[in-house]
């Protein structure tokens, strides 16, 4: 429920407060604020943008997740090359 600016703000923080550690910042459902606060990643939905989409539009190295819910939706996030998938209900 947090608008962008606050959400970006939240996240600059935990980039900031994690730099040089081995964990990485994933924002969720919100490319651009991850991408604009410097995250390691972003974590989309069945019903965000797609990872072939997000591919276009994030550097190398940006982590890209998906959430699956079916043998469809994983296999799809396999060929649009998601870096991980989270498995749901």
């Not at 935990?14 to 990485?24: E, K, Q």
């Not at 604009?36 to 990872?51: F, K, L, S």
């Amino acid at each position: 429920t947090l608008s962008a600016g606050d959400l970006e703000d939240a996240a600059r923080a935990w980039v900031s407060h994690l730099h040089g550690l081995s964990t990485a910042v994933i924002v969720n459902d919100r490319i651009d604020v991850a991408l604009a606060a410097g995250a390691e990643g972003a974590h989309v939905g069945q019903h965000d943008m797609p990872i072939r989409t997000a591919r276009e539009i994030t550097p190398e190295g940006f982590l890209l997740g998906v959430s699956t819910h079916n043998r469809k939706e994983l296999l799809l996030a396999q060929e649009e090359s998601a870096d991980y998938v989270g498995l749901g209900a």
